[in-house]
């Protein structure tokens, strides 16, 4: 009797523990589409601020370091937003047993990963001294995706 007691008892932990695991997965999503929208908000500011810079190159008595700033914080925003996705891509896997979702999300975070590292090897696109933080994210983020993917098998 004490063994379907026990049974019984270690069933509702874990029916517990899934929906907690699916609750905590509802919420990253949320999450993750409020930060994509940020990323796409960057990318837009970006893009204005290319167009800025051109006119700023045509006229050099304006400073453009605060343009390349701005990139800067668009690039660290993308690479947060990378960071999301491993962490979905972990839950997927560990928690929900959903593989499907952790690769989408591991290909959401490559394609982010190229789009990055695409924009800081430009010359004077990113500060300087920014360059070498952001490649030491994109190796931290490589090294991540890696260990996510060696669970898929």
Same mark, same amino acid.
């Given at each position: 009797?004490?063994?379907?007691?026990?049974?019984?008892? @270690? /069933? !509702?932990? $874990? #029916?517990? =523990?899934?929906?907690?695991?699916?609750?905590?997965? %509802?919420?990253?999503?949320?999450?993750? &589409?409020?930060?994509?929208? @940020? /990323? !796409?908000? $960057? #990318?837009? =500011?970006?893009?204005?601020?290319?167009?800025?810079? %051109?006119?700023?190159?045509?006229?050099? &008595?304006?400073?453009?370091? @605060?343009?390349?700033? $701005?990139?800067?914080?668009?690039?660290?925003?993308?690479?947060?937003?990378?960071?999301?996705?491993?962490?979905?891509?972990?839950?997927?896997?560990?928690?929900?047993?959903?593989?499907?979702?952790?690769?989408?999300?591991?290909?959401?975070?490559?394609?982010?990963?190229?789009?990055?590292?695409?924009?800081?090897?430009?010359?004077?696109?990113?500060?300087?001294?920014?360059?070498?933080?952001?490649?030491?994210?994109?190796?931290?983020?490589?090294?991540?995706?890696?260990?996510?993917?060696?669970?898929?098998?």
């Amino acid at each position: 009797m004490d063994e379907r007691n026990d049974y019984r008892k @270690s /069933a !509702k932990d $874990a #029916h517990k =523990r899934a929906n907690q695991a699916a609750e905590s997965s %509802r919420l990253h999503s949320n999450d993750l &589409g409020h930060m994509l929208h @940020s /990323a !796409k908000s $960057a #990318h837009g =500011r970006l893009t204005d601020g290319q167009d800025r810079q %051109r006119k700023r190159e045509q006229n050099p &008595g304006r400073s453009i370091s @605060s343009l390349r700033t $701005a990139r800067f914080q668009a690039m660290e925003s993308q690479l947060r937003s990378a960071f999301n996705y491993c962490l979905t891509a972990e839950n997927a896997v560990g928690v929900l047993g959903r593989l499907e979702t952790a690769r989408r999300a591991i290909e959401r975070a490559r394609h982010v990963a190229e789009v990055v590292r695409g924009h800081v090897n430009e010359p004077n696109h990113v500060p300087g001294d920014s360059v070498e933080i952001i490649n030491q994210r994109l190796a931290e983020l490589e090294r991540r995706i890696s260990g996510i993917e060696a669970r898929f098998a």
